[in-house]
C-alpha cells in the first residue's frame, strides 16, 4: 500500500513557464513533507519542505503548497528553467515516528522534463 | 560543512556472491543514518536505519543487513546476493534540527548490478 502518490510519471514544460508536480498522500499522521531534486546517478539533493501547521512555504522559484483536508501537496518551480530537468520525490513523515528519525516515505517520483 | 561518501560507486557482482557497501559522514556529531534502495522505476524504500552506534532498525524482510561500527559509518551487507538486490543504494544523514530529524541529505549513491 503506497502511503505517497505522485501519479504522474512524467511531466513536459516549456521553459518560463510554471512546473506544478503533485503529490498525494493517505497516512494521517504524515506531518511533515519534503520535496527533492534527482538527476541519473546521483543522490536526491533536499529542496524544500513544509510543516503542517503551515499551508505554503516558498523558496526563491520554488514554493511547495500543503492542502491538508485533501492529503495533497505540490511544487511550484516558476519560471522553469532547463536545469530543472530531473526526477522529484515527494517524501513524508511522522512526528510521532521518533521526530522523523525513522527515517522518510517517498513517492515513485515524477520527470520533469523543460522544453526549450 | 557536512559531507557524505559512499563506495563504490558501481557494483557488478554475480549471484551469491557477498556483497559490502559504506557510507561515511563527516562534519557532524551523532548523526541518524539511513540506507534506501532505488528500484528500476520505483521510488527510494527505505531499508534500515540507526540512531546509534550498534543500533540498527529494519524497515523491511530481506537477505541484506547493516552494520554501524562508529558514530559516522554505516554498512550495508549480504551474505549471498539475489537478483532481485540490484538497484541504487542510497545512504543518507540527518540530525536534529528545530526539534526533529526530518531533513535528510542523501550521498552519491551505489549501483549494484547482480547478474
Known amino acids: 500500500d503506497q502511503q505517497v502518490k505522485q501519479n504522474s510519471p512524467s511531466l513536459s514544460v516549456q521553459e518560463g513557464r510554471i512546473s506544478i508536480l503533485n503529490c498525494d498522500y493517505t497516512?494521517?499522521?504524515?506531518?511533515?513533507f519534503l520535496w527533492y531534486k534527482k538527476y541519473p546517478a546521483e543522490g536526491p539533493t533536499f529542496l524544500i519542505s513544509i510543516s503542517s501547521i503551515k499551508d505554503k512555504n516558498e523558496d526563491g522559484r520554488f514554493t511547495v503548497f500543503l492542502n491538508k483536508s485533501a492529503k495533497h501537496l505540490s511544487l511550484h518551480i516558476v519560471p522553469s528553467q532547463p536545469g530543472d530537468s530531473a526526477v522529484y520525490f515527494c517524501?513524508?513523515?511522522?512526528?510521532?515516528?521518533?521526530?522523523?528519525?525513522?527515517?522518510?516515505?517517498f513517492g515513485k517520483g515524477t520527470h520533469l522534463i523543460i522544453q526549450p | 560543512s557536512q559531507t557524505i561518501h559512499q563506495w563504490p560507486a558501481t557494483l557488478v557482482q554475480p549471484v551469491g556472491s557477498p556483497l559490502s557497501l559504506e557510507c561515511t559522514v563527516e562534519?557532524?556529531?551523532?548523526?541518524?543514518l539511513y540506507w534506501y534502495r532505488q528500484a528500476a522505476g520505483r521510488g527510494l524504500q527505505l531499508l534500515f536505519y540507526s540512531v546509534g552506534i550498534g543500533q540498527i532498525s529494519s524497515e523491511v524482510p530481506q537477505n541484506l543487513s547493516a552494520s554501524r561500527p562508529q558514530d559516522r559509518q554505516f554498512i550495508l551487507s549480504s551474505k549471498k546476493l539475489l537478483l532481485s538486490d540490484s538497484g541504487f543504494y542510497l545512504c543518507?544523514?540527518?540530525?536534529?534540527?528545530?526539534?526533529?530529524?526530518?531533513?535528510?541529505?542523501f550521498g552519491p549513491g551505489t549501483r549494484l548490478t547482480v547478474t
Open positions: 517524501a513524508a513523515s511522522a512526528a510521532n515516528s521518533g521526530g522523523g528519525a525513522d527515517g522518510l516515505t
Open positions: 543518507a544523514w540527518s540530525v536534529w534540527t528545530s526539534g526533529s530529524f526530518h531533513e535528510q541529505y
Open positions: 497516512n494521517s499522521m504524515f506531518d511533515y
Open positions: 562534519g557532524t556529531s551523532n548523526p541518524n
